[in-house]
């Protein structure tokens, strides 16, 4: 039942039950992953990157999963641990052109638009990689470096030597940091469409799986005729 509120966008009625059936069969993969679905379309993301975190160490060398779990942290901004879940679901599927995309959205809003436009490049995104060569040659036509990528940590400052008396310092003026143009914006992250409905998550998953994630929804008609043959 928790399916069918689901399929009909019925989310708060789809928690219920499904919250419900997981109290009765905790170790139910499909209902677990169905749920990690609602969860994300509710926006509850740390419930849905608990219930991704449990499926994927029994299920490794799914990509779904991957991917899901590194939309879950790119949509909190969480970008070094999503970064680690799309690095690898690209490992895991390298032709696959989302990994690659969703990797050079991290770079470009951490200001890394070298290994932005590598990423942009392998997901074969036309668009994006014109867009960071524009923004390339106009730092090279303004004599600029690169900007620091925005997740480098500050160095440490130096101790001062033992038993020297501390020196007061004031404020130091930090040196201006080259700034991409006014007009450029990374792209946002998209608001999924209706999400499909992952009815099985067996330990071998059957081929119409292997493509499952958020932003990929698949026919319902054909999603049901293979879960009814599984």
Avoid: C, W
């Amino acid at each position: 039942k928790g399916r069918e509120f689901f399929q009909r966008q019925q989310l708060a009625d789809a928690e219920r039950e499904l919250g419900a059936a997981v109290r009765i069969r905790p170790e139910d993969e499909q209902v677990l992953n169905l749920l990690g679905m609602v969860y994300f379309r509710l926006n509850k993301l740390d419930q849905a990157r608990e219930i991704y975190e449990r499926l994927i160490p029994s299920n490794p060398s799914v990509y779904s999963l991957r991917s899901n779990l590194g939309l879950i942290y790119l949509k909190k901004n969480q970008y070094a641990d999503a970064q680690i879940h799309f690095l690898e679901a690209a490992r895991i599927e390298p032709a696959n052109s989302k990994a690659h995309m969703y990797l050079g959205l991290i770079y470009e809003r951490q200001k890394r638009y070298l290994q932005a436009l590598s990423e942009y490049k392998l997901a074969k995104n036309e668009k994006m990689v014109a867009q960071i060569e524009q923004l390339l040659r106009m730092f090279a036509e303004r004599g600029e470096p690169l900007p620091a990528a925005v997740e480098e940590v500050e160095p440490k400052k130096a101790e001062p030597a033992q038993g020297a008396a501390p020196v007061p310092s004031g404020p130091v003026a930090a040196a201006p940091e080259p700034s991409p143009p006014a007009d450029h914006r990374p792209p946002e992250l998209p608001e999924p469409p209706a999400a499909e409905v992952s009815l099985k998550l067996p330990r071998v998953l059957p081929e119409y799986m292997k493509e499952t994630d958020f932003f990929n929804p698949q026919k319902a008609a054909e999603t049901e005729a293979q879960v009814e043959r599984a």
